[in-house]
């Protein structure tokens, strides 16, 4: 989700290789096709913006924002993505009207404890983890401040149409917070939802797709059940997982 996926290189640093988004440019024009100009440099779209407070919490505040594009990634390297730039691509084309991506991402972090939802803390001890307070903070931090962030919408209101979620290597490498997973994801839901006053928010999560199918984690296995209808029935029709699928090559 922080942004380490590369534009141009792919396996080896080969431009155009296996690995690369030019890859599936260049194999699946159907599909990809449309994100490169015709000079073959990368499309933005001005009518999909992306806010990222890419600072830690214990460092000064700083934020990366425009235009969508590629480069909003790890250290700001203006050739890698992260799943905004694909994501932005299908929001803005459904959606037409202006749309704000504000993009919550740190490397190296798990739900059962840096996300730690308040749910959770209450229901099964724990703090609240540090960086869902960051998540709520940032959040706020650029709805309450749209006409400064982007003048171009200065006097225009906001509805927040939804969260996608895309999180769990490290819950994933430890068994604890493996098994936890599913109870805290719920409840990680339920508190966003109460934080942003919709009881509905539609909620997208994709699947951390860190092994080959038709295996899957129990991480996985979690966030697919979690928008199962007949476990957790107030999710239906608001909650979707999508599996995430490992390439290799």
Request: charged share 20%; proline share 6%; hydrophobic share 35%.
């Amino acid at each position: 989700m922080v942004g380490h996926g590369k534009a141009d290189e792919g396996h080896d640093d080969v431009k155009g290789a296996i690995g690369s988004l030019l890859y599936q440019v260049e194999h699946d024009p159907k599909h990809y096709g449309h994100l490169v100009n015709k000079d073959g440099t990368w499309k933005t779209r001005d009518d999909v913006k992306v806010w990222w407070r890419d600072s830690d919490i214990t460092a000064p505040r700083a934020v990366i924002k425009g235009d969508l594009s590629i480069g909003y990634s790890q250290n700001r390297n203006p050739g890698w993505i992260g799943p905004e730039y694909g994501f932005g691509w299908a929001v803005g084309d459904h959606l037409k009207k202006p749309v704000l991506i504000i993009k919550v991402a740190w490397g190296g972090k798990s739900l059962n404890a840096d996300f730690r939802p308040p749910n959770a803390a209450a229901a099964r001890g724990g703090a609240v983890g540090p960086y869902y307070k960051a998540l709520i903070e940032y959040t706020h931090d650029c709805v309450s401040n749209l006409g400064t962030e982007f003048p171009e919408w200065k006097g225009m209101g906001y509805h927040i149409a939804g969260i996608g979620w895309h999180q769990g290597w490290n819950d994933r490498v430890d068994k604890a917070s493996s098994a936890n997973y599913e109870t805290n994801l719920v409840d990680l839901i339920n508190d966003l939802r109460a934080e942003f006053g919709n009881p509905k928010l539609p909620v997208s999560i994709t699947t951390t797709g860190m092994v080959p199918p038709p295996e899957l984690t129990a991480v996985e296995l979690a966030q697919l059940a979690v928008a199962d209808p007949k476990k957790y029935p107030a999710f239906d029709g608001n909650v979707k997982t999508a599996i995430c699928i490992y390439l290799s090559g």
